[in-house]
């Protein structure tokens, strides 16, 4: 990819971007190619392992409107058409095609490093600058302009004068960090033990085109993920409280064999599976922020909020607030008067909202009920599958926004009373 020249001899960029990742990746060609300046420093060397891998159905939608989606169609990742949960043998297939929402009814399950490096090398193409393995260590938003100071690897510090400045820095969270925006989230802090593994599993096992979703059957907070790749590789994790975790004993890869076995299905599932990479593991993920913007910046994705991997919310909720980003800039770098409130936070919020209240309806058990319930009316199961494929903006679905969590509980008594 493309590199800058000596530090210090560069031009301002109009925006400096911080991460490059599918939100940065994506903000960034979408401003390029509208003839802006965009520089992109990314903390790490690509392609680079991330968790993260099942995508939703709007995904799709949200690459094809950045006209991202051809790159990423290259790279043959696996075919996925919905999700499978199941209880102790107690099975709920929810299929894609069969939404209320228009739109794409398939996606994809892809490894992470070659998904994001698909979308970077992408970004490059339409005119952004990506430099890999740089650090952001200080930033000023006091003066007319925006102050940043990165460091490179090698030691050597660089400080830039963007016009604006995006924050896509996922989990890193580096304006949050920074600027002391970070508030506690109102989920109950949880971990994740995952890796990939070669599962080894017979023809038709499982679906290979569904992300399957385990529960404990005896603390159904407990899930595990489980999503396969094309190659025989799949990945696996299992979510539970922090507490639940810790008291797991061994090095962390015995852990993680503990915990798949605490799930006696997935236990059977995996019986001849192989590691192919260390476990690793995320505790205390959920968080949010103050503001998603503010004087000169605005955050992007995980970089703002993390809500909880059980609905795959993460890329989608990424790339809508790329775009979304990417107007509002487009049109103040006119001369346009941009609420970044109304333009930028209300609507990304209208979606995140949602998916916040079918994880909480996921966790209390509410989400649950509806899933397994049997005797759903038809409609009503179309709706929540819209949600399950990504589409959480849609505004005609009932289910979506600051309704859905007094629809969804209303919706659960009558499944646990019928």
Not at 65 to 93: C, H, T, W, Y
Request: glycine content about 8%.
């Amino acid at each position: 990819m493309r590199r800058a020249g000596k530090p210090g001899h560069d031009a301002p960029s109009d925006v400096l971007v911080i991460g490059a990742g599918p939100a940065g990746s994506v903000v960034s060609a979408l401003l390029a190619r509208r003839g802006h300046k965009v520089l992109v420093l990314e903390q790490q060397k690509f392609p680079r392992f991330s968790i993260g891998e099942s995508l939703l159905a709007y995904t799709l939608e949200l690459l094809d409107e950045a006209d991202m989606l051809e790159p990423v169609l290259q790279r043959g990742f696996q075919f996925k058409n919905g999700a499978v949960f199941d209880r102790d043998g107690r099975v709920s297939i929810f299929n894609f095609a069969d939404k209320s929402s228009p739109g794409y009814g398939y996606t994809f399950q892809v490894q992470r490093a070659d998904f994001d490096d698909a979308l970077a090398q992408e970004a490059v193409r339409c005119g952004a600058e990506i430099r890999f393995e740089v650090e952001i260590i200080a930033v000023d938003f006091s003066g007319d302009v925006p102050t940043v100071t990165s460091r490179t690897a090698d030691g050597a510090t660089e400080v830039h004068t963007p016009r604006f400045v995006l924050d896509a820095s996922g989990f890193g969270r580096t304006l949050p960090r920074l600027l002391d925006l970070h508030r506690p989230s109102n989920f109950p802090a949880r971990a994740a033990i995952f890796s990939h593994v070669r599962d080894n599993t017979v023809a038709g096992a499982f679906d290979r085109q569904k992300i399957r979703a385990g529960i404990n059957a005896a603390d159904h907070e407990i899930w595990s993920w489980l999503i396969p790749f094309p190659n025989g590789t799949a990945s696996c994790g299992v979510v539970s409280s922090i507490e639940t975790h810790k008291a797991r004993k061994g090095t962390l890869d015995e852990q993680y064999w503990a915990a798949i076995a605490s799930e006696p299905r997935l236990k059977e599932l995996l019986s001849r599976a192989e590691l192919v990479r260390p476990a690793g593991e995320l505790i205390g993920y959920a968080a949010t922020v103050t503001s998603l913007h503010g004087r000169h910046f605005a955050l992007l994705g995980n970089a703002a909020e993390f809500l909880d991997p059980i609905f795959s919310s993460g890329v989608t909720i990424a790339l809508k607030s790329a775009l979304l980003a990417a107007g509002c800039i487009e049109r103040q770098f006119k001369g346009e008067t941009v609420d970044w409130e109304r333009e930028f936070a209300d609507p990304l919020n209208y979606g995140v909202e949602t998916f916040r209240y079918f994880v909480a309806g996921w966790y209390d058990g509410s989400l649950q009920d509806i899933i397994f319930f049997q005797r759903q009316q038809p409609k009503v199961r179309r709706m929540i599958c819209s949600v399950l494929a990504g589409y959480a903006w849609d505004r005609d679905n009932p289910y979506t926004g600051l309704q859905a969590g007094r629809r969804l509980r209303a919706l659960a008594e009558i499944c646990r009373t019928t």
